[in-house]
């Protein structure tokens, strides 16, 4: 249940908050009666009213307290408003967007890149391209024992891959490439790997002696294609920088395998509208983390932002950055 606070005490959760976010330690009294101008004796008398209805939270013996979830909570709904960006940080961002050299899966993945930095937080894209489809496959031979095969997709998508030909000349390339682009252009990309497989497969055996190699490596591109499309992650390991993580080698090996699993970053996508936040044991990445996601829709292309951090993250800054980079992608 969310208990309405006094004006005091609002400003008091939102200093502890506010400085617990600037180093993971507990905040005592001292700070907050040079912020506020009372007394130590007023301020603690505060905290420990806020403390017994679960906003905040003690982590030892000594008087500082820490932000609870449901702390982080009151204040997200409450007491938080989107941060002012510098006239540069929205530039930056307009600048990936105006780029026209850019197809729109790209200028995001760029523009996550620059909010990761800015951050430090870990930044993740979730495509839904069920409707892209294969559009086209080529070879570009490099030399006599290499080409790189290419797989182009309907809405701009690139994806290439190194091939060794040293046993196997460039006609019978051509044979699969011709095969390839007669029998399954216009597939769907999510179901491209299992038409080379059943279809492609069984019938190039019978044009190239070593179709083994070259199969392997369309495949390859086939399936980096259709994860690549789904899924974008930027800053992965900046969130064994944060002190709280950083001395904790359990941690640090349970939260890079947690964004190494395509399968649970995937469960971030959001049915609802606008920024959704979602604090610790709400979230279903990891307790101690917080995500902030928003959905977009341009050009009839769906898709999941969402920036991952520490639950003492700068929520105010990270909504302001999700809305402008939300506006830009549906401007496009």
Known sequence: MI?????????????IIEEYGKAPVPVGSTAICNTL????????????????????????????RIPSENGYRYYVDNLMKPKNMTGEEVLNLQRVFQNKSL?????????????????????VVLGNNDDSRLKK???????????IAIVI???????????????????????????????????????????????????????????????NAFYSAFSDLKNSSEMTVKGKNNMLEFEEFSSNAKKIKDL???????????SIKEDSNGINIYIGAENNIDDDLTIIKTKYNAD???????????????????????????SCIERE
Do not use: C, W
């Not at 009372?38 to 008087?63: D, N």
């Open 103 to 123: 197809i729109l899966s790209d200028a995001i993945s760029k523009s996550l890149e620059i909010i990761s930095e800015m951050t430090h937080y870990t930044a």
């Open 3 to 15: 208990i309405l606070l006094s004006t005091r005490q609002n400003e008091i959760l939102k200093l």
């Open 153 to 215: 997709t309907d809405n701009g998508h690139v994806e290439n891959k190194k091939i060794d030909i040293k046993d196997t000349n460039l006609e019978e390339i051509a044979k699969i490439v011709e095969l390839i682009n007669k029998l399954i252009v216009g597939t769907p990309i999510s179901e491209v790997s299992e038409k080379l497989e059943f279809e492609i497969k069984p019938i190039i055996g019978q044009y190239v002696t070593n179709h083994e190699v070259i199969y």
């Open 137 to 147: 496959v080529e070879t570009i031979p490099i030399n006599k024992d290499s080409v």
């Open 300 to 326: 009839n292309e769906e898709g999941t932002l969402a920036i991952i951090g520490p639950k003492r993250m700068e929520y105010d800054k990270v909504v302001s950055l999700l809305e402008v980079l939300k």
């Open 37 to 64: 101008g009372v007394s130590p004796a007023t301020v603690r008398s505060e905290m420990a009213k806020l403390e017994e209805m679960g906003y905040l939270e003690k982590t030892h013996i000594s008087s500082g």
């Open 256 to 266: 890079v395998n947690k964004l190494d699993d395509e399968n649970l970053v995937s």
